[in-house]
């Protein structure tokens, strides 16, 4: 059985830092497009970052570029999202994503599996 587990979320302030992992198993995904979604309250679930196989090309949404990265550990099956700089509107609850089958990689049903996600939350 495949999962995904991300933490590392919680409540920071504005311009503050969190570092999320994803930690894989049930298969390993070092051959696999990994991303970073995330859903605010009333919101669509968005793309942040996606990073491709073997640790290849990272690519960003603009609203996080410059702010946010992307990295993965193939020898633990992780994925990471290192944010800086946080900002209020970054609130929101971040979603692992594995395996885009495709070149869709900002499109949620590229995916085939879901982490259950993590709160982050940016005070004012």
């Known amino acids: 059985q495949v999962r995904l587990v991300e933490s590392g979320g919680g409540l920071v302030q504005t311009g503050g830092s969190l570092r999320l992992s994803c930690a894989a198993s049930?298969?390993?995904?070092?051959?696999?497009?990994m991303a970073w979604f995330r859903q605010a309250p009333g919101k669509e679930r968005e793309f942040v970052a996606t990073?491709?196989?073997?640790?290849?090309?990272?690519y960003y949404s603009d609203s996080v570029k410059g702010r946010f990265t992307i990295s993965r550990d193939n020898a633990k099956n992780t994925v990471y999202l290192q944010m800086n700089s946080l900002k209020p509107e970054d609130t929101a609850i971040y979603y692992c994503a594995a395996a885009c089958l495709g070149g869709n990689y900002d499109y949620t049903g590229c995916y085939s599996y879901w982490g259950q996600g993590t709160q982050v939350t940016v005070s004012s």
């Open positions: 990073i491709r196989r073997s640790g290849g090309s990272t």
């Open positions: 049930g298969r390993t995904f070092g051959s696999a497009t």
